[in-house]
């Protein structure tokens, strides 16, 4: 509870992933994948609940194995490849009411902590926004993207009076990392996205703000997670 008001924290775990099958209960540097975000969730100062929501039995075991509730299983046609996002929450909220805020946890964020969690609710709270979400700082300037034209001339996405020509002069911009995502509930239920005109953003170390989509991407995230093991047994 942050301010008199509950918390709910979702964690979307559906059984079909197509990029790396099964990627929510593979084991991740000891643990499987979902158990990272369980056990940060669980460790938040002001979640009053979390809960995981899937379709799938066996990740619903493993959840409770890691001590996370599973108070339903999330019908089929939440479960889609075609499913928006914001969906499962949706349906969660409406099965487990009289939260004042919803926060989903995507499991694919492993390296996310707990105080990271904290602090994005502490920055929507203080704000007095309807929504905020993680973000970290791009090393990828969009000033530096292209379009490829039927000629395969280059496009570019940001047109600007005065090229950018020099990394330093570039503004800082920043990107969606994926880790936390917070909003009223009201507001939530009446807008259905978490993405909004309105909604704020919370900076999270780039170090920490990393997403797996792909088998590279758990292969790589394993290697971080291993160094870092390795370095705090030293």
Sequence with gaps: MINDSKVLAIIPARGGSKGVPRKNIRELSGKPLIAWTIEEAKKSLYIDRVIVSTDDEEIAEVAREWGCEVPFLRPSEFAQDHTPGIDPVLHAMEMLPGYDYAMLLQPTSPLRIAEDIDACLEHCVKQGANACVSVSLTDKSPYWMYHLSETNGLLPVLHSEQ??????????????????YIARSTWLQQTRTYLQAETIGFVMPKERSFDIDTQFDFTFAETIMNEKKTRETK
């Design 163 to 180: 090229p950018v020509l020099r990394r330093q002069d570039a503004p800082d911009v920043y990107v969606l990392n994926g880790a936390v």
